[in-house]
T-cell receptor, first 111, second 117 residues
Framework: GIQVEQSPPDLILQEGANSTLRCNFS?????LQWFHQNPWGQLINLFY???GTKQNGRLSATTVATERYSLLYISSSQTTDSGVYFC?????????????FGKGTHLIIQP | GAVVSQHPSWVICKSGTSVKIECRSL??????MFWYRQFPKQSLMLMAT?????????EQGVEKDKFLINHASLTLSTLTVTSAHPEDSSFYIC?????????????FGAGSRLTVL
């Protein structure tokens, strides 16, 4: 199956800083999602981005499918951005495959 | 937007008992749902794929008789942890696929935290 690797595993930043989180995947994908897991465990879908670039407020993501990586950018970080960010990917021929998750990036934004 | 509801959000039980967790798609039909497990400070691991009207597909290493999955309708899948033991204590999360504009986005429930004493 697909292998998903995320870096860095931990990241500590001051409020207002920008950050880039990376996700490498081992094979072709037709589904790639970025999630933020809040302290209560809820996974919040940030982006569905198997290819291309998307932006949503201070967050943006880019996936270069041919080079098998995706990047999540967080600009002007706020303390509420703290938490674990997961990248998850799948190649689903029939649309019935679950996502494989990376180990996540634990982000701490200090005031 | 599409919502996946999971119940209960947390449960404590005695060793040897069985616990049922429900996963519902509230405003859409889901022919396929997925069950994940997450240990503290670790990633999510896919346990099984739940298919409406047919048997679930389990990932390698997941005991079918320990984790019973039933997907009896297009909006409900259940996971039953049978004869639970302390090592089954974990965070269980379900998800469902939403087909929108040709995309296959997975949306997740809020999770169920199981503690087995």
């Amino acid at each position: 199956g697909i292998q998903v690797e995320q870096s860095p595993p931990d990241l500590i930043l001051q409020e207002g800083a920008n950050s880039t989180l990376r996700c490498n995947f081992s094979d072709s994908v037709n589904n790639l999602q970025w999630f933020h897991q809040n302290p209560w465990g809820q996974l919040i879908n940030l982006f569905y981005i198997p290819s291309g670039t998307k932006q949503n407020g201070r967050l943006s993501a880019t996936t270069v499918a041919t080079e098998r990586y995706s990047l999540l950018y967080i600009s002007s970080s706020q303390t509420t951005d703290s938490g674990v960010y997961f990248c998850a990917a799948a190649y689903s021929g029939g649309g019935a495959d679950g996502l494989t998750f990376g180990k996540g990036t634990h982000l701490i934004i200090q005031p | 937007g599409a919502v996946v509801s999971q119940h209960p959000s947390w449960v404590i039980c005695k060793s040897g008992t069985s616990v049922k967790i429900e996963c519902r798609s509230l405003d859409f039909q889901a022919t396929t749902m997925f069950w994940y497990r997450q240990f503290p400070k670790q990633s999510l691991m896919l346990m099984a794929t739940s298919n409406e009207g047919s048997k679930a597909t389990y990932e390698q290493g997941v005991e079918k008789d320990k984790f019973l999955i039933n997907h009896a309708s297009l909006t409900l899948s259940t996971l039953t942890v049978t004869s639970a033991h302390p090592e089954d204590s974990s965070f269980y999360i379900c998800s469902a696929r939403i087909r929108a504009s040709g995309a296959n986005v997975l949306t997740f429930g809020a999770g169920s935290r199981l503690t087995v004493l």
